[in-house]
């Protein structure tokens, strides 16, 4: 299985902040990679798939980058509704695994 | 838009057989173009794949299940369900369906999510 490290475990920032999260792969996965967002009791919500590209309906200042084993997402203005739990997943190869998970909290 | 919902009893015991139903609204699971997988998430931790199935009926699961794992779909209902025999307390999790696109492994939509717990 591929394994999907995210870091760090937790972040802590405040509104208007540019955060940044990285996610790495065990082995080369090309673009094969999405983010999604979770909120305390809900589904994940799909933020960014094929690496870069966002979701319909997701907010500009979500993005997504990188290819091959390391990838990042940003955030680039943080608002109140984006302090979350975030996870990747790499789509390449089955069974398709999720990083552990990086946890947003308001500073 | 496409919405599924998750089905089942909230609590089994353990060497039992676990059993959930995702019934998709809004949208035909027999389109063709996706595929209506299974994915789970013990509480305060992360996420886990379990299975997929096509509306063929063809099926992939997660080799750390698959013994235990498995999954059909009913397309005249709309629906596909999970099995998962012989669970201890470490198969209590909240469990989710979701589409992904044929082509394409990630997940949009979800299902708000059920939980599971094994107990006696």
């Known amino acids: 299985d591929i394994q999907m490290t995210q870091s760090p475990s937790s972040v802590s920032a405040s509104v208007g902040d540019r955060v940044t999260i990285t996610c790495r792969a065990s082995?080369?996965?090309?673009?094969?990679l999405a983010w999604y967002q979770q909120k305390p009791g809900k589904a994940p919500n799909l933020l960014i798939y094929?690496?870069?590209s966002l979701q319909s309906g997701v907010p500009s200042r979500f993005s997504g980058s990188g290819s091959g084993t390391d990838f990042t997402l940003t955030i680039s203005s943080l608002q109140p509704e984006d302090f979350a739990t975030y996870y990747c997943?790499?789509?390449?190869?089955?069974?398709?695994?999720f990083g552990q998970g990086t946890r947003l909290e308001i500073k | 838009q496409v919405q599924l919902q998750e089905s089942g009893p909230g609590l089994v015991k353990p060497s039992q057989t676990l059993s959930l139903t995702c019934t998709v609204s809004g949208g035909s699971i027999s389109s063709g173009s996706y595929y209506w997988s299974w994915i789970r998430q013990p509480a305060g931790k992360g996420l886990e794949w379990i299975g997929r199935?096509?509306?063929?009926?063809?099926?992939n699961y997660n080799p750390s299940l698959k013994s235990r794992v498995t999954i059909s779909v009913d397309t005249s209902k709309n629906q596909f369900s999970l099995k998962l025999t012989s669970v201890t307390a470490a198969d209590t999790a909240v469990y989710y369906c979701?589409?992904?696109?044929?082509?394409?492994?990630?997940?949009?939509?979800w299902g708000q999510g059920t939980l599971v717990t094994v107990s006696s």
């Open positions: 979701a589409r992904a696109r044929v082509g394409a492994n990630w997940f949009d939509p």
């Open positions: 997943q790499q789509a390449n190869s089955f069974p398709v695994t």
């Open positions: 199935i096509y509306t063929s009926g063809s099926t």
């Open positions: 082995q080369g996965i090309s673009s094969w």
């Open positions: 094929a690496a870069s």
